[in-house]
């Protein structure tokens, strides 16, 4: 009988000590995880950086990509994240971030044609011209409003929410001419420059809101020269 107490008791303490092992074990695992919310234009780049970030800091990280303004309505909604890196600025305003890392890449706007188009010929004229299906950004998403400044008022045949759309609609022929990043150019091999063209200015500027220890460790990682070679890498100025 007292054995038998004995071993009922060693059990209730192991049965304790695997609970508190586990709830320990999940905890630290995601206490250690980065939360980034990412404007669709960094896809490439920051994945490449948050790569390295984890294979330095043996950090996992989970990584939401969309549109700047898409991201930023989320987060009015009530999701949460570490870190958003986002084209606009502007849209970090009331979301109780408590740091903020502006500038720390640049983008410019070029106009682009199907790389099956190569033998068309394009020029500044065709952005008016009625016969020609051309794609751009919507006004009031950041690389809408990047190309009404650099380029007026486009009467477009699709409006996209976010670059990466313009893109897929120039590379996969839907239209003849679209206009996004600099960068887009570099990493999409299915589109090429619609004519040669004078990089004039970086039209967008990139910022990073960041909140506790875990979204300011991977901000100030965004400056190092590790993450630098990587956006230039990928087309962007610093």
């Known amino acids: 009988m007292w054995l038998l107490r004995v071993h009922k008791r060693l059990n209730k303490q192991l049965l304790i000590v695997g609970i508190f092992c586990l709830t320990c074990f999940g905890c630290g695992k995601e206490e250690q995880e980065v939360n980034i919310y990412a404007a669709s234009s960094l896809t490439e780049a920051v994945s490449a950086v948050v790569e390295r970030y984890e294979e330095i800091y043996k ?8 549109g700047s303004n898409h991201l930023a309505a989320q987060l009015r909604d009530g999701a949460d ?3 958003f890196i986002t084209a606009d600025v502007d849209l970090v305003d009331g979301l109780g971030f408590e740091s ?3 500038g720390f890449a640049y983008n410019s706007l070029v106009v682009v044609k ?6 068309k010929s394009f020029g ?3 952005l008016t011209s009625d016969e020609k299906l051309i794609a751009i950004c919507s006004e009031g998403v950041p690389c809408g409003d990047a190309t009404k400044s650099k380029f007026g008022i486009i009467n477009a045949d699709t409006y996209e929410m976010n670059v990466k759309a313009v893109l897929t609609r120039v590379a996969s022929m839907e239209v003849d001419l679209g206009i996004v990043y600099e960068t887009d150019l570099k990493n999409e091999p299915n589109v090429t420059a619609a004519w040669p063209q004078e990089i004039t200015c970086p039209c967008v500027s990139y910022a990073a809101a960041s909140s506790g220890k875990k979204g300011t460790d991977f901000n100030d990682f965004l400056t190092s020269d590790i993450a630098k070679e990587i956006f230039s890498s990928h087309g962007f100025s610093l």
Do not use: M, N
């Open 124 to 126: 500044p004229s065709d």
């Open 81 to 83: 994240t570490d870190v």
């Open 59 to 66: 950090v996992e990280a989970k990584i939401v990509f969309a």
């Open 100 to 102: 903020i890392l502006e």
């Open 114 to 119: 199907p790389v099956a188009f190569i033998d």
